[in-house]
Nanobody, 124 residues
Framework: VQLQASGGGLVQAGGSLRLSCAASGRTFRSYTMGWFRQAPGKEREFVAAITWNTGSTYYADSVKGRFTISRDNAKNTVYLQMNSLNPEDTAVYYC??????????????????WGQGTQVTVSS
């Protein structure tokens, strides 16, 4: 599967952005989808995931209550709605996918497919 992330940009603190990740192929509904981010000088970290079967969602503590992950299987797209953004959210955001992933959603190494990343910059 190929992933194409979009929707990043520059926003002021307190603002919102919605990221999208479009996937190729006809088996999108079989993939658990994740969002990760990497800030300058830091390791890539888990942000959110949504499972392939039940649509259950998981979030990093740092974004819980502010970010919402969702998916539209008819459009082969996963979204990340980001509200109440702060400068600490500045990073390159990556979407990732793994077929039938049913555990370890936060583990980077579990995801086989990655998008190219989209830059999110939050100014103070």
């Amino acid at each position: 599967v190929q992933l194409q992330a979009s929707g990043g940009g520059l926003v002021q603190a307190g603002g919102s952005l919605r990221l999208s990740c479009a996937a190729s192929g006809r088996t999108f509904r079989s993939y658990t989808m994740g969002w990760f981010r990497q800030a300058p000088g830091k390791e890539r970290e888990f942000v959110a995931a949504i499972t392939w079967n039940t649509g259950s969602t998981y979030y990093a503590d740092s974004v819980k209550g502010r970010f919402t992950i969702s998916r539209d299987n008819a459009k082969n797209t996963v979204y990340l709605q980001m509200n109440s953004l702060n400068p600490e959210d500045t990073a390159v955001y990556y979407c990732a996918a793994h077929p039938y992933l049913s555990t370890w959603y936060k583990a980077i190494e579990k995801y086989d497919y990655w998008g190219q990343g989209t830059q999110v910059t939050v100014s103070s």
